[in-house]
């Protein structure tokens, strides 16, 4: 990974803050430090575990000479506050106990291309002409553009007169949530009508948001605990001192579309582990294994100078490009993964044409990206009784070049066995069906 990352003043450090390695140490010389770190998914205690990744953050930080620690937290006005609110108040409180200064930015929704709460909003507006929807969209929020969340992050660095002190930020403007899709919807240009109905319970809605958006469930139960609560900046002359201009909610999304039809999104909520609750350790499965599991291996042979295309088609696979063959029969898959509490197909990607080892795809996560070795290799985080690869891998043929396609399933005990023969019928036509749409007129 850090050749991506080859620049004489920057350096990576990979650190699991869950569980710091003893040998771990920040380097001496710096002067500010941000932690960004937030979680409202994934399994067990989130708040605890949020807890103890900001008190192992600030151990590492205290041996170093940094003189400051900048926080960015969420807006904590109102009396009654969510889980979600509670945990950012608590590391707040946390990091300032200790030696080094800190400086706290409070915000609501941040708006911009990645973020959860803009493209959740996203997918409600572009896919539901009319929305029947919780009460809570009559909530008021004070939303930032995430220009300006940048433009605060980086103004107070060093100021002296940030130490020790914590800050709301967020556009002039207060809009319900339901004025928010409606004014995202004028951006898009899209007509679209939401009415709120009182009746829906905090499980339907989370459901609501579950089936609908590309949300997990543990987040969608999250956000509609948070969701009831208002988040207004309590005023400050912060923005004024440090000569920022704060962007409308309107003109933040469409300076965020900007950047989506670009291809610029370099991450989003939905590549994180912590969204559904994988362990990070994913390498560790970097070659599909051989013994004790069924396999599904398909080939074609490829018309010399034609393996770079075939290549560029494979790095493309999934999103909004599909699979190349029977994409009714995968959203139909999406579909029974999200009713048995998984993250369906509506990840997408990030990026139309790269691909990265960790990024999300549909519901799967690459764990090899290697378009010089022209190798790729996924895994599946959808809900099986065991464990499955999708791995493609063009190698020379004495003709020019063959394409390997290779579907592996490591069952866990006799339901996965039952499921592997459950949907091999499918797979016969469905495995063809792709690697033939990946090799079109490229066949020899």
Known sequence: MASDYNHERLHLLEVDFLEVAPEMAFPQDLDAAFYLVHSMAGKGDFAAKELLSAQNFRELLEPTRCKQLIYLSGIVN??????????????????????????????????????????????????????VAPKWLDTLCQ?????????????????????HKDFDIGAPE??????MLLQFA???QLKRFVFTVPVMTPRLSSYWLYFITSTSYSLAVHLVDSMKVHVICRPNELA?????????????????FQRIEQNMVLSSWKDAFSSIGTEPRLMD????????????????LLKPGHEEEVLDRVWRIGGETGWYYGNWLWRMRGFLDKLAGGIGLRRGRTHASQLSPGDALDFWRV??????????????EMKLPGEAWLEFKLTPSPAGWTLWQTATFRPRGVWGRMYWWAVSPFHLFVFKGMIRGICKNARI
């Open 78 to 131: 109102e009396n009654e506050l969510s889980d979600h609110l509670q945990s950012r108040f608590a590391v707040e409180k946390m990091l300032k106990n200790g030696p080094i200064p800190v400086t706290t930015l409070r915000a609501g929704i941040i708006v911009g291309s990645g973020s959860a709460s803009f493209e959740i909003i996203r997918d409600l507006v572009e896919k539901l002409p009319v929305m």
């Open 143 to 163: 939303p930032i553009a995430i220009r300006n969340v940048i433009q605060f992050l980086t103004g107070v660095m060093l100021r002296e007169d940030t130490y």
């Open 174 to 179: 207060i809009l319900s949530y339901k004025q």
């Open 186 to 188: 004028e951006v898009r």
């Open 240 to 256: 004024k001192t440090l000569g920022i201009e704060l962007i409308p909610y309107k003109e933040a999304v469409s300076m965020a």
């Open 285 to 300: 499965y970097a070659e599909a294994p051989r013994y004790g599991c069924f396999s599904d291996e398909k080939r074609e």
């Open 367 to 380: 764990l090899v990206a290697d378009k010089p070795g022209k190798r790729l290799l996924l895994f599946a």
